[in-house]
């Protein structure tokens, strides 16, 4: 290695870019030459940065260190309350300068000679499941969204099918209801469906919102009439599996409908709220209906011209005058996209009130995903939040061994600190706004995310390195404020030492019973982390009765993903089979996978986690997974659903017991 190696290596750890890494046999690799080059210069990492960032993090009760640019001396404290006190700012043996302990949880603002600064003073841990569960064991069910099925629903599952879901599960006992990604995808391209490549993390996807929340059954059938798509909406909830781009069309003309008669004044009060929805949103609710008429007006003109990147220079400017001269123009088509802001913000909220007065403790948990599409509203009217040129992504592991890219940009950590944290602060908060909960996808993204250049191979990335102190103290702080638990999603290969680092601010990891084993078996349920979440799958993987069956290794091999049709992995399962069954069973290998089902439900039940989730799959007995990795269209991602009313489900005999069983062994 020479020289110019050596120095370009120095500026790539400087900037947070990790030139090596350690592969999962423990082995080092050297990140390539032209891999640091291109991400340092995404990341800007010779400009100039702000010597004292607007804001800095702090634990409440202890000394929090300034930047030494930061000044010593008499300072005001003005504290979020209102009260305002007199403090000094010390210089320190580091060098830094640091500011005496504030006890008071907050962002609060310190007036320091010529400058301001907001302190973020988080509490030491999150807003955790003990003390929701006080000394108790709670358990709760996951759920995609768009597969609940109700009558009326359109075709697509809604936040009433959650409310329908939330009553049965509370009248079983339940705590919690973990639910699919609710974020923005993109309106206009409504094939586009993958909830975890979002368009805007900040906003909602309107098709999972019930517009009855709102306006009411009377209003609304009177809306399908005038938009004359009754049929198109009987025929999407007949179906088994969900057509994207026809129950859209259809339920956007509904809304559509809907949206005349407010916009036309014969809203009354809910006009008044749609106005004050509208004014609270401010700069990135406009930005965001600008985005999505903008982008519906060019695919209508062209089909292809669906990348916000290749348009013309003018119209990549959301401040331009270009953009506010299309708005001004479009101004009904932009009012709609805010309208449905507005519908799904209210009816999310109706969901998580009724979630609550149904008995479950925590209420919804909502899913952060890691990250948003490049081409997406967030990117467009944002750019400077996002990293684009270079893709979210995994190294090489056990599971893919030439590695992963994702296609999802990241947020720019010197963005981050820059804008105080605006990016990632909004991010947040739009999450928690209707949960009682939050899991957060791919949880090591707050320490470091392997970032690949476009058009580069996924084991050509590198490491990239994020503020996690930072972040850990802003999602205690704010978990909190929104009294709403943190469940991070800690499978794969964590940064060294961040698992204790979660345990430390009370983020609870998730513990999924496929990968819980000791040797080639399975481990006791009882010497499960009593930290973490306990799973008995998740949306990426079988549910017991398929994973018992080999569904996921039948529609691989049916799809060629295997060199000898799957025959090596089904002799794995086969033996796994019998190691499953002597961990959770009792007596012989059964022939149906009904009993099995219900010795995995209690099996993890029995786990001493503060919480058990049961994807819905398992608590009632399904095979297939709602997403199969590595598959786009030839697998029916994101497309299934229930077939039965979410309502309705747990009621079903064999599945009232399951779930009984559950509650009984959770109360132990």
Known sequence: MDLADDALRDRARRAGIAPEWT???????????????????????????????????????????????????????????????????HPGDDGRCWVSPIDRPGYHRLQLHDREITLAVAPPRCFSLDEVARGGRMWGLAAQIYGLRRPGDGGIGDSRGIAELARAAGRAGADALALSPTHALFTAEPERFGPYSPSSRLFLNPLLADPTALFGQGRVAAAIRAAGVGEA????????????????????????????????????????????????????????????????????????????????????????????????????EVRFHLFLQWLADRAFSAAQAESRSAGLRIGLIADLAVGMDATGSHAWSRPADVLGGASIGSPPDAFNADGQNWTLAAISPRAMVEA?????????????????????DHVMGLARLWLVPDGMAPTEGAYLTYP????????????????????????????????????DHAVAGMRVLWFEREGVGFKPAE??????????????????????????????????????????????????????????????????????????????????????????????????????????????????????????????????????????????
């Open 468 to 503: 996690a102190a930072d972040l850990l103290r802003l999602v205690a702080l704010e978990s909190h404020r929104h009294r709403a638990v943190v469940i991070g999603e800690d499978l794969g290969t964590l940064p060294w030492g961040f698992a204790g680092r979660l345990a």
């Open 233 to 332: 909406l009987r025929q999407g909830e007949a179906a088994a599996l969900i057509d994207w781009p026809a129950a859209a069309r259809a339920k956007l003309a509904l809304f559509r409908a809907l949206f005349d008669g407010v916009d036309a004044g014969a809203g009354g009060g809910l006009a008044e709220d749609f106005a004050g929805f509208v004014r609270a949103g401010g700069a990135l609710l406009q930005d965001h209906a600008r985005f999505e008429a903008l982008q519906a007006a060019r695919l209508a003109a062209d089909p292809a011209d669906r990348d916000w990147r290749r348009w013309p220079a003018a119209l990549r400017d959301p401040a331009g005058s270009a953009v506010a001269e299309f708005a001004a123009a479009q101004d009904r």
């Open 23 to 89: 592969d999962v046999t423990g082995q080092a690799r050297s990140v390539a030459r032209e891999t640091l080059e291109r991400l340092l210069a995404l990341i800007g990492a010779d400009g100039d940065t702000a010597a004292v960032p607007p804001l800095v993090t702090g634990v409440a009760g202890q000394s929090i260190p300034l930047p030494p640019e930061a000044g010593t001396g008499a300072a005001l404290l003005l504290l979020e309350s209102g009260e305002r006190t007199d403090i000094t700012v």
């Open 527 to 668: 010497r499960w982390d009593a930290g973490a979440v306990a799973m008995s799958s998740t949306h990426d993987l079988p549910p017991v009765a398929g994973w018992w069956r080999g569904t996921d290794i039948a529609a691989r091999a049916e799809l060629g993903q295997y060199a000898d049709s799957g025959a090596a992995e089904m002799a794995q399962r086969d033996a796994d089979r019998g190691r499953l069954w002597q961990a959770v069973g009792a007596g012989p290998e059964p022939d149906d996978t009904g009993p099995v089902v219900d010795a995995a439900v209690r099996f993890v039940a029995r786990s001493p986690s503060r919480l058990a989730l049961v994807p819905l799959e398992d608590a009632l007995g399904l095979d297939q997974q709602p997403n199969l990795p590595g598959t786009i269209d030839e697998y029916p991602n994101w497309r299934r659903r229930l077939d039965r009313p979410a309502g309705e489900a747990l009621a079903e005999p064999a599945v009232a017991a399951r779930l009984a069983a559950l509650r009984r062994e959770r109360q132990r």
């Open 420 to 440: 105080g944290f605006a990016p990632f602060l909004d991010t947040l908060r739009a999450t928690l706004r209707h949960a009682g909960g939050i899991r957060i």
